[in-house]
Structure formats: structure tokens, C-alpha cells
T-cell receptor
């Protein structure tokens, strides 16, 4: 079974600084998607960014970017110019056509003013 | 507007009672999921369905039941067999294959 591991239960960053959240996963499949979701205090799950495994280029969405290392099965999220509104729980997730959607345990991000 | 709707937002249940949480989507998604989230914790999969009239148990299915009679609907029943049902429940849906999931706003269930 596929597993997703987030080794940082909590992280903090100063406003306007950069922070990187880590995620590793385990799979024997070659075709899959990886996602980062954000869950603010409202508890609504919001898709932040996604990466197709067959694409070598790292995905970028405004201040959010990923470092996808397929051989190492690593998928970290970098948040640049952190804002107070970025404070939330962040979940890494894996999905393939042959398996169910699997989430990591989450990283609680605090942004300090 | 297309989306996924959970109702109610807050639900209170007396011990020993069954209760059903509603999840409806108009995104024409084949797959639907139910997750449980406890305070400060991650998402744990209860049940998922990839096609109408078929569903599979997730990691914590005991004390829960589901049905998938229509593509748009995937209700979750929390039975009296669930020993600690107080939690936040999230429903999600996705297209077939490895695509992102869209989430409802969640239902907060409290046993009183």
C-alpha cells in the first residue's frame, strides 16, 4: 500500500520569509499525482498545488512551488514571501489510478508577524 | 455552480442513536470518499466508492456504513457501534484516475 509521510508536525516562519515543508512517499507505481492541500482554521480543504509524476518540471503556483524528486520519492512544498493568511495545516497527498487517495499526517504552519 | 455539499454543518447525536451525514456532488465525479478528522490530526479514510453500487472499506470502517445508489450521493451512517463518533467528517469526490479531490465543508458531529 502507498504511504505518505510528513515528518514535521509543526513549522513556523516569519512573515515575508520562506519556508519548506517536507513530504516523502512510498510507491511502486510510475504514474501518479502528488498534491499539497491547505486546511485553514475554517477546516475547508483547499488545493494548493499538484504535480504529475511524469513531468520533470517542478510545479509552481504564484508563491508556492514544489521540489519533486521522483527517484528519492520526495515532494516538498516551498512557500515564499510568507503571509499571515498562509497559516494553516498543510497535507501532502498521493493518488494514482490504481490506488486510493492517501494523505500524510499534516504539518501545522504558524506565520509570525 | 458545481461543487460538493455536506449537510448538516453541525450535528448532535445522543448515545445509542444512528445518524446519517449527507454528501452530494454535481461535478459528475465517479469517486467519492469519507474521511474522519480528530482535533489536530490528519485525515483517516472511512469508506470510498469508485462507481455506483460499489464501495470499499478504508482504514477505520468499523461502526460506519455507506451506500452509493446514485452517482451524486454518498451518505455516511454513523451507527451506535462506533464507540467514539465525536469528530469532524469530510466528504470528497474526484474524477476517475489520479486527479485531485474536491472537498465539502465538513460536518462536525458531537455525541451528547
Amino acid at each position: 500500500a502507498q504511504t505518505v509521510t510528513q515528518s514535521q508536525p509543526e513549522m513556523s516562519v516569519q512573515e515575508a520569509e520562506t519556508v519548506t515543508l517536507s513530504c516523502t512517499y512510498d510507491t511502486s507505481e510510475s504514474d501518479y499525482y502528488l498534491f499539497w492541500y491547505k486546511q485553514p482554521p475554517s477546516r475547508q480543504m483547499i488545493l494548493v498545488i499538484r504535480q504529475e509524476a511524469y513531468k520533470q518540471q517542478n510545479a509552481t503556483e504564484n508563491r508556492f512551488s514544489v521540489n519533486f524528486q521522483k527517484a528519492a520519492k520526495s515532494f516538498s512544498l516551498k512557500i515564499s514571501d510568507s503571509q499571515l493568511g498562509d497559516a494553516a495545516m498543510y497535507f501532502c497527498a498521493y493518488h494514482s489510478s490504481g490506488s486510493r487517495l492517501t494523505f500524510g499526517e499534516g504539518t501545522q504552519l504558524t506565520v509570525n508577524p | 455552480d458545481g461543487g460538493i455539499t455536506q449537510s448538516p454543518k453541525y450535528l448532535f447525536r445522543k448515545e445509542g442513536q444512528n445518524v446519517t451525514l449527507s454528501c452530494e456532488q454535481n461535478l459528475n465525479h465517479d469517486a467519492m470518499y469519507w474521511y474522519r478528522q480528530d482535533p489536530g490530526q490528519g485525515l483517516r479514510l472511512i469508506y470510498y466508492s469508485q462507481i455506483v453500487n460499489d464501495f470499499q472499506k478504508g482504514d477505520i470502517a468499523e461502526g460506519y456504513s455507506v451506500s452509493r445508489e446514485k452517482k451524486e450521493s454518498f451518505p455516511l451512517t454513523v451507527t451506535s457501534a462506533q464507540k467514539n463518533p465525536t469528530a469532524f467528517y469530510l466528504c470528497a469526490s474526484s474524477m476517475t484516475g489520479a486527479t485531485e479531490a474536491f472537498f465539502g465543508q465538513g460536518t462536525r458531529l458531537t455525541v451528547v
